[in-house]
């Protein structure tokens, strides 16, 4: 069963350094998500990719986050420096297309913790 | 702005007996819906979805939801829980016309008690 990849999947890092995230969807997919969520919170979008086009970036801090998906199959979301507050599972989803509704399928989430 | 609620954050249960999970929703348009679980340190999981049609859905593990548009709920049922379905559990919301953007409630944790 084709599945959304992450890695890695536990990151441990101090404020002010940087880290970048990678996610690969269920080939196939054109839209991509990326979420966070905070311990006791559900799932936050970051940010959206229609094929390698950003859609919705509204919520994504972009004074520190960037993501790119440059071929418009795989992703790399990268925080720069990274603070305290960043410490929360980043999820990655992907789905057939944007036009909905689609179910999103999640990869297993990278577990961030800054020290 | 959208909203869903979940108002029970924590669940617990005696193995064996029925379990409702309580989902409102807030929006203007026609909703779809979704309830995903999520055990420790995983990913989410899609346990059903409503698009449109019957508003009864069946997913997998045995449970089910019910839509009700008049009060704005989708409320997930299981007749008998078993103690592998302790995790939590989300409800998630998106809309006709929204880019297939999900918001997403802020879960219940289910105990489940042998």
């Known amino acids: 069963e084709a599945e959304v990849a992450q890695s890695p999947r536990y990151k441990i890092t101090e404020k002010s350094q940087a880290v970048a995230f990678w996610c690969d969807p269920i080939?196939?997919?054109?839209?991509l998500y990326w979420y966070r969520q905070i311990l006791g919170q559900g799932p936050e979008l970051l940010v959206q990719?229609?094929?390698?086009?950003?859609?919705?970036d509204s919520q994504l801090p972009k004074d520190r986050f960037s993501a790119e998906r440059l071929k418009g199959v795989d992703s790399t979301l990268k925080i720069q420096p990274a603070e305290l507050g960043d410490s929360a599972m980043y999820l990655c989803?992907?789905?057939?297309?944007?036009?909905?509704?689609?179910?999103?399928?999640f990869g297993p989430g990278t577990r961030l913790t800054v020290l | 702005a959208q909203s869903v609620t979940q108002p029970d954050i924590h669940i617990t249960v005696s193995e064996g007996a029925s379990l409702e999970l309580r989902c409102n929703y807030s929006?203007?348009?026609?909703?779809?819906l979704f309830w995903y679980v999520q055990s420790p340190g995983q990913g989410l999981q899609l346990l059903l979805k409503?698009?449109?049609?019957?508003?009864l859905v069946q997913g997998i593990k045995g449970f089910e939801a019910e839509f009700k548009r008049s009060q704005s709920s989708f409320n997930l049922r299981k007749p008998s829980v078993h103690w592998s379905d302790a995790a939590e559990y989300f409800c998630?919301?998106?809309?006709?016309?929204?880019?297939?953007?999900?918001?997403f409630g802020t879960g219940t944790q289910l105990k489940v008690e042998l």
């Open positions: 989803a992907s789905s057939l297309a944007a036009g909905g509704p689609y179910e999103q399928f």
């Open positions: 080939s196939g997919h054109a839209t």
């Open positions: 990719f229609q094929d390698e086009s950003v859609v919705d």
């Open positions: 929006y203007g348009a026609t909703p779809y």
């Open positions: 409503y698009f449109s049609g019957d508003t």
């Open positions: 998630a919301v998106g809309f006709t016309g929204g880019g297939n953007k999900l918001t």
